[in-house]
């Protein structure tokens, strides 16, 4: 089965630091999703990328940006935290549209 | 552009009931369609998906959903609810040459014993 890994089940930073979310799978798939995940609203996709070194924009790109430097990474920046950011963060991966995704088990990040 | 809508924010069914969830989708050519569902605090795990095909589709742990492409609907079924059914469960469409899916804000499953 391919496994997609975040790095941090849960995370507490301060507002205005920088954070980074990793993301790692084992399957080679070629592309991989950041979503945030908030109550009422579902799922949200801010960035993916399809290829290493490509990136997309999704929904919500808005003070975040990501990095893809080796296939099996993809992470999530958080320039400078806000509160507004406190969320829950799922990565996820596929070889294609058709497989549907795999999704790792989430973020909860919390941003004070 | 696509979209999916499940009508249902919460549902509550008693152990043993049957169960149906509700998914409409907006996609202009024959989509690709999945159920998700979400246990508390985890991720979301795949229980099925359309392509192709017959039009009723059977998943994981006894769940089953039916495409009718005249009613842009793809409902999620099971016969008989157990309580470690309780969870979100999402919808979500893609299609085409577009990466992405999008997904539907969720149906909480309460089960009462």
């Known amino acids: 089965d391919v496994k997609v890994t975040q790095s941090s089940r849960y995370l507490v930073k301060r507002t205005g630091e920088k954070v980074f979310l990793e993301c790692v799978q084992d399957m080679d798939h070629e592309n991989m999703f950041w979503y945030r995940q908030d109550p009422g609203l579902g799922l949200r996709l801010i960035y993916f990328s399809y290829d290493v070194k490509m990136k997309e924009k999704g929904d919500i790109p808005e003070g975040y940006s990501v990095s893809r430097e080796k296939k099996e990474r993809f992470s999530l920046i958080l320039e400078s935290a806000s509160t507004n950011q406190t969320s829950m963060y799922l990565c996820?991966?596929?070889?294609?549209?058709?497989?549907?995704?795999?999704f790792g088990s989430g973020t909860r990040l919390t941003v004070v | 552009a696509q979209s999916v809508t499940q009508p249902d924010i919460h549902i509550t069914v008693s152990e043993g009931a049957s169960l149906e969830l509700r998914c409409n989708y907006s996609?202009?050519?024959?989509?690709?369609l999945f159920w998700y569902v979400q246990s508390p605090g985890q991720g979301l795990q795949l229980l099925l998906k359309?392509?192709?095909?017959?039009?009723l589709v059977q998943g994981i742990k006894g769940f089953e959903a039916e495409f009718k492409r005249s009613q842009s609907s793809f409902n999620l079924r099971k016969p008989s609810v157990h309580w470690s059914d309780a969870a979100e469960y999402f919808c979500?469409?893609?299609?085409?040459?577009?990466?992405?899916?999008?997904f539907g804000k969720g149906t909480l499953l309460t089960v009462n014993p």
């Open positions: 359309y392509f192709s095909g017959d039009t």
């Open positions: 996609y202009g050519a024959t989509p690709y």
């Open positions: 996820a991966s596929s070889s294609g549209q058709l497989y549907g995704y795999t």
């Open positions: 979500a469409v893609g299609g085409g040459s577009n990466y992405k899916l999008t």
